[in-house]
């Protein structure tokens, strides 16, 4: 396999001019976002310079407290992005969600890294790259669920309450959205592993074969870290909803916020 | 002899209820302006709401000693809000005796009820196609057909016209002087309850 060709700053510039086409098409088409665009563009080579040169700093001086730091800032984020979106979760759930993404997003990345590639968990080439897809896509299906659930919650407050009258219990009247809040958020991963290879090379392994890594080690990595982001993703949305709900009904099996 | 009674509940500092009686075996009307707290009282009464202080006795057990689960199943509420799943009449039941862990009753007693209820639709009805006083009947209806020790019905007659409020009513206090099914009603339609009532308390709007 051949190494990546390096682009030079004069060749990486006549990419932009792809944005002007994109430009021209708004325009033509009335889409009144040129703000928008110009906004996202910049922010985007902005951001991922930055990111490039802190990257390159860490690999160049790798410490575990770069690591750390990294680890810790990324869960942060994404604990954060998650209560942001779903403001009618109460304080019980909102712990339930951050110890729920915490653990399985560490756990999963811990033996991902060590069992499975066999790397150092302070080894920042394997931790950064595949520690943000992991705890990204956890991020993704935990607001998602919580979603589905808080919708679930609004939408059947009748239900809850006419069953709740009937001497039904909390749980058994939570838990069938609880279940459903986990299948929403599981089945866009479970869809994604179905297409895989046909539709679309995945980013992972594209990115592995451009900068010269065989085929078949790329397809290993992408294989093992599909099953990983399953896996968390599955994890960290039964503990969010699972620990989550039990806050919202008392010991006299009264609903929280009814 | 009484069921339940409550003496020097306070609900939220808002509501101050006056000591209240309810006699078993009767049909009990409460009565009072909006706000005055009639929906809150069957609620406190069923459990599903506790009062800042006070007692509810039912059965000679203070509420808070009773499982609160068994205490709802004793002390059936059928709230104002109307709540029946997609699918026919007969799913509806089987879905309700399905949560109550209990075996879909035969269609005789589902019929049966649906008749006291004045809901007389075939089985195979479909609810969502249904008028909301006839949803009204068939909710009453499946309520009834667990024949609870109390039925306590919010505002039973809401979404129906005279004629069928006053049937309905009719049908219920005769089926619970048969069974000795003590009722509580909440109901602002004087007239039905000076009809049906045994005994009715009036509410007014309090502050502590």
């Known amino acids: ?258 | 002899m009484d069921i339940i009674s409550l003496s020097q509940v306070v609900f939220q500092s808002m509501i101050r209820y006056p000591d209240i009686k309810i006699p078993k075996g009767k049909t009990t009307f409460i009565h009072g302006p909006s706000g005055c707290g009639k929906s809150t009282l069957l609620k406190l009464i069923n459990g599903t709401i506790s009062p800042d202080s006070g007692e509810i006795v039912f059965n000679g057990n203070n509420i808070d000693d009773i499982d609160t689960i068994k205490l709802r199943r004793d002390i059936l509420l059928v709230s104002q809000s109307v709540f029946l799943f997609s699918g026919t009449i007969e799913e509806n039941f089987k879905k309700y005796y399905e949560y109550r862990d209990q075996e879909t009753p035969s269609k005789e007693h589902m019929e049966k009820f649906l008749q006291i209820c004045r809901a007389e639709f075939p089985l195979e009805t479909r609810c969502e196609t249904m008028s909301g006083g006839e949803r009204q009947r068939v909710y009453i209806a499946i309520f009834l057909s667990f024949m609870p020790e109390v039925l306590m019905l919010d505002e039973p007659t809401s979404a129906l016209d005279n004629t069928s409020s006053d049937i309905i009513m009719s049908n219920i206090k005769n089926f619970s002087d048969d069974n000795d099914m003590t009722t509580i009603v909440v109901s602002h339609y004087l007239p039905l309850a000076q009809k049906y009532g045994d005994n009715i308390i009036a509410l007014e709007r309090s502050r502590p």
Do not use: W
């Open chain 1, 1 to 258: 396999m051949r190494q990546i060709a390096a682009i030079s700053l004069v060749q990486f510039s006549i990419v932009y001019i792809l944005l002007l086409v994109v430009l021209a098409v708004m325009k033509k088409a009335k889409i009144n976002q040129t703000k928008l665009l110009f906004v996202a563009s910049v922010r985007l080579t902005l951001q991922l310079t930055l990111a490039g040169f802190i990257l390159t700093y860490i690999f160049e001086n790798p410490h575990p407290i770069f690591i750390l730091m990294y680890l810790t800032s990324m869960i942060l984020f994404a604990i954060h992005r998650v209560l942001s979106k779903n403001k009618c979760v109460n304080r019980g759930f909102k712990i339930a969600i951050s110890l729920s993404l915490t653990c399985s997003g560490l756990g999963i990345v811990i033996f991902f890294v060590t069992a499975v590639v066999g790397q150092s968990i302070f080894d920042p080439q394997y931790v950064i790259p595949l520690s943000g897809m992991i705890i990204g896509n956890a991020m993704t299906g935990v607001n998602l669920a919580t979603k589905t659930f808080c919708e679930s919650l609004s939408e059947k407050r009748q239900q809850m309450e006419s069953l709740l009258n009937l001497g039904v219990t909390p749980q058994k009247i939570l838990l069938p959205m609880v279940n459903q809040a986990l299948e929403t958020a599981l089945l866009p991963t479970l869809n994604s592993m179905l297409g895989m290879g046909i539709v679309s090379l995945p980013g992972m392994m594209t990115g592995q074969i451009l900068s010269g890594t065989l085929p078949t080690t790329a397809i290993l990595y992408q294989i093992s870290i599909m099953i990983a982001i399953c896996a968390v993703v599955c994890l960290s949305v039964f503990g969010s909803l699972y620990f989550g709900y039990k806050t919202l009904y008392n010991s006299r099996n009264q609903f929280l916020y009814l």
